[in-house]
C-alpha cells in the first residue's frame, strides 16, 4: 500500500493535495522525482511559487524541520528556487489577485492579460 504524501515531514493537508493535483499519489513517488521535479510539477499544474513551500519540501525529504535552512544553503535553495520558477510556465498572480487570495477568495478563470504584471 502507497504511503501518504503527508507522511513527509513538512507536508500538511493542502500541500498534498496540491500534490496529488501534480500527480504525486504517494510519497514513494514524490520521492522517486526528487524534490526539484516534483516542485516543478507542482508549478506546473498551476500552484503558485512560494519560496517557503519549496525549502519546506527540501527539508522535509531530507527529514529536517522547514525551518533548519539558514545560511549558505538557504541561498543555494533560492537560486535552485528562482531557477524552477524561472523555467516553468507558472503564470504570476496580478495584485488584486494576491489580494484577493490574502481574503481567501479565490479566482479559478484565467486573468486578462491587462491584469498580469
Not at 501518504?4 to 493537508?13: A, E, K, L, Q, T
Not at 504517494?26 to 520521492?31: I, N
Not at 512560494?50 to 537560486?79: S, T
Request: hydrophobic share 40%.
Amino acid at each position: 500500500m502507497p504511503t501518504p504524501v503527508s507522511s513527509i515531514r513538512n507536508i500538511g493537508p493542502a500541500m498534498e493535495t496540491a500534490f496529488h493535483a501534480a500527480g504525486f499519489n504517494s510519497a514513494e513517488d514524490l520521492r522517486a522525482a526528487g524534490p526539484d521535479a516534483a516542485y516543478k510539477a507542482l508549478l506546473q499544474s498551476g500552484h503558485r511559487p512560494h519560496f517557503i513551500a519549496f525549502y519546506a519540501l527540501v527539508m522535509g525529504m531530507q527529514g529536517r524541520p522547514w525551518n533548519d535552512c539558514q545560511g549558505k544553503e538557504k541561498e543555494e535553495l533560492r537560486a535552485r528556487f528562482d531557477s524552477l520558477v524561472s523555467t516553468t510556465k507558472a503564470t504570476p498572480k496580478s495584485d488584486i489577485a494576491r489580494e484577493l487570495d490574502a481574503l481567501g477568495i479565490r479566482i479559478d478563470a484565467p486573468l486578462s492579460p491587462s491584469d498580469k504584471k
